[in-house]
């Protein structure tokens, strides 16, 4: 063990290696280390909030599908409804008319048939004189006979 | 070469290992002279680590870091952690001298398990009487080192709690009291405790990094002395030994490179928390 100046010088060493390296080795290696670790941190965080936007937007896209999904189906649904309605009034449309015609059609008939039956009845007294006319071989007179005529007229 | 002959070789062999490179800075040397390759080799080692730590951390990116950066980034990263399991403060300062304590003792460290002719037969070509090339195996530089983590300590400690707090602790720890009388009483023990205390620190922190360094080098100096001069006999067990001994002290200068550091940190931060 022999002690000498050697101590000092390699003190003084000791303390040159030791505040260069304070100086110049550790701060900008420390530093890229710690920016470093905060860019892999920042990085980490955005694929986080990437990730959940993702999430979200896939989430708001099923919403709106299973949305426009339901309001195509009540958009069939009124459509058909209005369809069914449509054919609907067409039909008590077309029946009223139906019937409408058919009365008129039957109140024609009956006019009809009303005044066929009124002339046959005016016919049937001329007819009946003249066939009373061919079996007495002489002129009868349809006025003293009339209420002989209208009594026939009124039976037919 | 008969066995007496080779035996005086061989211790001389072994004495010209361990004298220093002497230069007397006066006429009668003694104190007042300097071991040049101890300095040589510290300063040399000292200036590899700076140079390589320096030029990987002017080019520092934050980006993706290439495989040199990487690596000192690794070892930063690793003696960073150290600091912070001993000290939860500021590792501005702290953090560096770990560093710096760790890879220059490693590196200076490192020269033993080059074999021990190579670097002495190159100086001593070059007109060095001796040389001796682990400057670690040099107690000078040891107790350089863990003299200045004391001083270190010292300042740091009356940094964080002022001259007369860093003093008071002294003498009112590790025996505390209540009453004035007692503390009075306990203060001498507690000065002495102190005292005791600032002495073994720096004392076992030197003698254990010097005494295992040394221990290995002097290994090394008597398998290769060995080697050299009882040729016939010792050479092929001579060869693994050196080997065997290079793997382990391998092991040994990782080790001592790490607790050195490890405690220096730890007192520096024992000299700084309150108690």
């Known amino acids: 063990m022999e002690f000498n100046a050697t101590l000092i010088g390699e003190a003084i060493a000791f303390a040159i290696l030791i505040a260069l390296t304070v100086k110049f080795v550790w701060p900008p290696l420390i530093n890229a280390i710690e920016e470093r670790q905060r860019k892999i941190e920042e990085g980490l965080e955005a694929a986080d909030r990437a990730r959940k936007e993702l999430a979200d937007a896939d989430s708001r896209a099923a919403d709106e599908i299973k949305q426009a999904r339901a309001e195509a189906a009540a958009i069939i649904e009124r459509a058909n409804q209005q369809a069914t309605q449509i054919v609907d009034k067409a039909r008590t449309d077309a029946l009223l008319e139906a019937s409408r015609q058919k009365a008129a059609a039957q109140a024609d008939i009956e006019s009809m048939a009303h005044r066929a039956r009124a002339e046959l009845r005016a016919q049937v007294a001329t007819l009946a004189v003249a066939g009373a006319e061919k079996i007495l071989g002489r002129e009868v007179n349809a006025d003293t006979h009339k209420a002989l005529l209208d009594e026939l007229v009124a039976g037919i | ?275």
Not at chain 2, 14 to 28: E, K, M, S, Y
Not at chain 2, 176 to 183: S, V
Not at chain 2, 193 to 210: C, D
Request: net charge neutral; charged share 10%.
């Open chain 2, 1 to 275: 070469m008969s066995a007496e002959a080779g035996g005086e070789n061989f211790t001389q062999y072994i004495q010209h290992h361990l004298t220093f490179w002497n230069a007397p800075l006066t006429q009668t040397g003694g104190m007042a002279s300097i071991h040049v390759d101890s300095i040589i080799m510290s300063v040399v080692l000292g200036g590899i680590f700076f140079v390589w730590f320096w030029w990987f951390a002017r080019r520092a990116t934050s980006g993706v870091p290439g495989k040199g950066q990487a690596f000192v980034e690794l070892a930063l990263e690793f003696v960073d952690g150290q600091v912070k399991d001993a000290w939860h403060g500021s590792r501005k300062v702290l953090g560096p001298l770990a560093l710096t304590i760790f890879f220059w003792i490693l590196f200076m460290n490192l020269m033993d398990v080059i074999p021990v002719d190579f670097i002495p037969t190159a100086a001593e070509a070059t007109g060095a009487a001796h040389f001796r090339p682990v400057p670690t195996a040099d107690v000078n530089t040891t107790f350089a080192m863990s003299l200045t983590v004391l001083l270190l300590s010292l300042f740091f400690g009356m940094r964080a709690k002022g001259i007369v707090g860093y003093f008071k602790g002294w003498v009112s720890a590790p025996f505390t009291a209540k009453g004035i009388l007692m503390k009075i009483v306990l203060a001498p023990f507690n000065i002495l405790m102190a005292l005791i205390e600032h002495i073994t620190q720096p004392v076992s922190l030197a003698l254990r990094l010097f005494g295992n360094i040394f221990a290995g080098d002097l290994l090394f100096m008597l398998i290769a002395g060995l080697l050299t001069h009882f040729l016939s006999l010792w050479f092929p067990l001579g060869i693994l030994g050196y080997a065997v001994w290079s793997i382990f002290e391998l092991l040994i200068i990782l080790i001592q490179a790490f607790i050195f550091m490890y405690l220096a940190v730890t007192y520096i931060a024992m000299a700084q928390q309150q108690h």
